[in-house]
Nanobody, 124 residues
Framework: QVELVESGGGSVQPGGSLRLACKVTGYRYRTVTWFRQNPGTEREGVAAIDTLELPNPLSYADSVKGRFTISRDNSKNTVYLQMNSLKPEDTAMYYC?????????????????WGQGTQVTVSS
């Protein structure tokens, strides 16, 4: 059974940091991506790790480059999203998704499996 479980969301002031975690079990993925979404908006790809896209397996949305870092710990089957210098516009529900992506990493329809989401709120 495939399962993606996110954790690490919360409330933080602007300029603060959070680290999200996505534990993936039961699936040998090629790509894990963090998406975010606010009510009434499209789901936005934030950062991806593509295990076959060597030597540069990491991708980021322009809006988070230099502030967010995606990484993984194979021993824990977990992909992390370190978010620094957070801004109010980073507020959203964050989801991790896993799949065997051959097209664009930021297209949500490329992914087979999704987590339940974790809320991130950046506010003073």
């Amino acid at each position: 059974q495939v399962e993606l479980v996110e954790s690490g969301g919360g409330s933080v002031q602007p300029g603060g940091s959070l680290r999200l975690a996505c534990k993936v079990t039961g699936y040998r993925y090629r790509t894990v991506t963090w998406f975010r979404q606010n009510p009434g908006t499209e789901r936005e790809g934030v950062a991806a790790i593509d295990t076959l896209e060597l030597p540069n397996p990491l991708s980021y949305a322009d809006s988070v480059k230099g502030r967010f870092t995606i990484s993984r710990d194979n021993s824990k089957n977990t992909v992390y999203l370190q978010m620094n210098s957070l801004k109010p516009e980073d507020t959203a529900m964050y989801y991790c998704a896993a799949g065997w992506v051959s097209g664009s990493w930021s297209r949500s329809d490329e992914y087979n499996y999704w987590g339940q989401g974790t809320q991130v709120t950046v506010s003073s």
